[in-house]
């Protein structure tokens, strides 16, 4: 059985917009790998975070990222975290001394089961022992 996995935004900005890289491929390859099956997740952090960069770095037109974020809907299990999953954060953040959103990101992972995360910030999601963190582009 194939424990629930997380991917983080990293993952998906490699895979929609850089050019001709090497982590580009292997960002589609994990895509890919786990498009519309049931143990892949995307958070709602996630989306959100990518929705901010492809805005004000990326300047992607509202149309491509209409497309982008509802092609990821479909694609992915989406988690959410909650009121409580803040505070929690908190903790983790302050305990952990890793940033907030990853500490959002990491307690979204705990509630909802979620064991592994692929990922660039492998140092900081190592920090969290109930998480493997991969980084597939080591």
């Known amino acids: 059985m194939i424990e ?5 935004t990293n993952i998906l ?3 929609y ?3 001709n890289n090497k982590n580009k491929e292997k960002a589609i390859e994990i895509i890919d790998k786990f498009a519309n099956t049931k143990e892949c997740y995307i958070s709602l ?17 509202k149309k491509d990222l209409e497309t982008h ?3 990821i809907k479909t694609l992915f299990n989406i988690v959410e975290y909650n009121k409580n999953s803040l505070l ?3 903790n983790l953040s302050f305990n952990k ?6 500490a959002l990101q990491a307690q979204t992972m705990i509630e909802n089961n979620i064991k592994i995360i692929y990922t660039e910030d ?3 999601f190592k920090k969290i022992k109930e998480i493997k963190a991969i980084n597939p582009f080591k």
Not at 4 to 8: A, E, F, N, R, S
Not at 45 to 60: G, H, R
Request: net charge neutral; charged share 25%; aromatic share 12%.
């Open 45 to 61: 952090q996630t989306i959100i975070e990518f929705t901010n960069i492809s805005i004000n770095k990326l300047k992607i037109s």
């Open 17 to 19: 917009f850089l050019v």
């Open 13 to 15: 900005l490699n895979a």
């Open 4 to 8: 629930k996995t997380l991917l983080d």
């Open 122 to 124: 492998y140092k900081t």
């Open 97 to 102: 001394k890793i940033s907030f959103f990853d």
């Open 88 to 90: 929690e954060a908190i």
């Open 69 to 71: 974020i509802n092609e």
